[in-house]
């Protein structure tokens, strides 16, 4: 938790630039990096976010990324709109299709793609629950609970192999999130 309890979890560099990241680079290394898979899901998720993309919406994540979703500088404040893409991909007919073709050849568990839709379903709604102005203090305690089970899911579904695994401060400080919230409030940047 920094120096001494001193500096909580902000939703930029733990959460935006650390988790949404690292479930997005698990998600294509499972999908076999260079693999034509890979880039076919990176080609339909550039689409939907064409099709999602509303200049005029602020309150809506950036949805357009003409570089792709895989690669290239991407911002913390862009990676919700990533993760939103590839739940469009993975609810169209044509993305599950292209996935469960593949399924047999490189993914062995049968619930590959719904596992991996409600993830990134449920980090962008921890998301915008974390953005939120004013939180209910039984929610927030009731969230502690919740953020174990968001881990779990995770580390389940995304199960990070590279470097230190999910042995990372940045994952690690997720249980530490509702204490934040009752000490430093809200964790708006």
């Not at 650390?18 to 899901?41: H, M, P, T, W």
């Not at 339909?44 to 999602?52: D, P």
Request: net charge positive.
């Amino acid at each position: 938790r920094g120096t001494h309890g001193a500096c909580p979890m902000e939703m930029s560099h733990a959460s935006l630039l650390g988790i949404f990241r690292y479930v997005r680079d698990c998600f294509f290394d499972q999908l076999g990096e260079e693999s034509q898979l890979a880039k076919n899901i990176n080609a339909m998720a550039q689409e939907c976010g064409e099709m999602l993309s509303r200049q005029s919406d602020r309150d809506f994540p950036k949805t357009r990324f003409p570089s792709g979703i895989v690669r290239g500088k991407l911002m913390a404040k862009e990676h919700p709109g990533i993760l939103l893409c590839l739940a469009a991909v993975l609810r169209s007919a044509k993305g599950r299709d292209l996935l469960l073709r593949k399924r047999k050849q490189q993914f062995p568990d049968e619930g590959f793609v719904g596992d991996w839709s409600q993830l990134f379903e449920t980090l962008l709604q921890w998301e915008q629950w974390l953005k939120s102005d004013r939180m209910e203090k039984h929610h927030v305690r009731e969230a502690k609970e919740k953020h174990r089970a968001i881990m779990f899911f995770i580390k389940r579904v995304a199960n990070r192999a590279e470097g230190m695994g999910l042995k990372i401060f940045k994952y690690h400080q997720i249980l530490h999130v509702v204490d934040d919230i009752f000490q430093c409030r809200v964790p708006m940047e």
